[in-house]
DNA sequence: AATAGAAACGGACCGCAGTCCGTTTTGCTC
DNA sequence: GAGCAAAACGGACTGCGGTCCGTTTCTATT
């Protein structure tokens, strides 16, 4: 099961050293505990670092910048979202039809920004390149796969970028949040959207 | 011919003082003139105020924020295109059948963003009333609207949402920008997903 | 154990958006 | 024109993300 992280991956195969890995746990530690005290928006890099005892640069040096650290936050459940649509049982993993698979990520990915949007929110860099991050390019594939199998000729790449920009997590959020919309109206909304996407080849 | 701002309208019926229009007029010019030298992005508040020959606290006054300002700045060409779809020629404006409206509102709205995307980039407020802002507003209402007169019986007002997703300014600069994507095979994918949504009531 | 050089450290520092509040300008009233 | 309250001004200030670079710590080698 090889899982495509949300951050790059370590290029050496050397392991990092004592204290760096050390600091790397206490500053995971330190945002967590922020995180469930101030929420993900309340987290800055300054109170990070002096919860966690150590200096701003180290905390930069380790995470790159704020969506770094948050991505790493994320990573946990990013491979389990993961780990369910590419090797999970069905509809959402192999072995069902494509519609069905279709429909079941739509729904998963939805619950999955209710559970984690906070965060997924506060991780997206705010560069263009927001979208070439791994996972972002794997659900592309993902979901591009499954309309070529639903037969859709017409541009799955493209089409696949559409659907992606339904299940982002700040429309969907503000949906649930300002909109009180019902996360189960989202998903019907999404099962007749993609329905008709793939409707009749 | 009644338009919907981009920015609040000011509560007030007075107009302002002689100063401050003034000060309105600098500001909006030494911005314009950054924005051709540097860019959007380039552009920021304190240089923009030592340009204009103001206070930054003058600038932040009349604009609110540095996405207020770059509203400001975007809402003739906002206002322009509010024109064209609601009382502009078919098949863009009232008139021509509702799928072909639908159509015409994506095409003229990537070609909208390709001009002015950066621009309406830098106008995104970050936060989540980003989708609440009165134009975006008017768009989604437009959308929903021409979805209902299509015959779309099942939740336009979401459907309505997902579109908009679609043709946000960032995933569509992306892809032109990144993944050198024509244009054209934009508003193909977007016709043909707009037909697909419509198709059989 | 001594050493050397690579890696990591940490906090002063930078540029930015946005705020605050004492000062100045404006336009109305007499 | 003098006086006055309200409005606008402006720049010092705050808090943030992110960088820089002199100092410290680690680890491989002898």
Known sequence: MCLVSLIPIRPGLEPERRDAARNRQ????????????????GLTMGTLAQRAGVGKGTVFRRFGSRAGLMMTLLSDAEA????????????????????????????????????????????????????????AVLWHRHLEMLLREAGLTADPWL????????????????????????????????????????RGA
């Open 26 to 41: 206490l500053v995971l530690r330190a945002a967590r505990e922020l995180i469930e005290e101030c929420g993900a928006d």
């Open 80 to 135: 389990g979202f993961q780990g369910r649509f590419m090797f999970g049982p069905p509809p959402l993993g192999p072995g069902a039809p494509p519609l069905e698979r279709l429909i079941a990520f739509g729904e998963e990915r939805i619950a999955w920004v209710l559970e984690f949007g906070e965060l997924a929110r506060a991780a997206d860099v705010s560069a263009y390149n927001r979208f070439d991050v791994p996972a």
């Open 159 to 198: 089409m696949a970028t559409s659907l992606s920009a339904v299940v982002e997590p700040e429309r969907i959020l503000h949906a649930v949040r300002v909109h009180q919309i019902d996360p189960e109206r989202l998903a019907a909304s999404w099962r007749e959207l993609v329905s008709r996407v793939v």
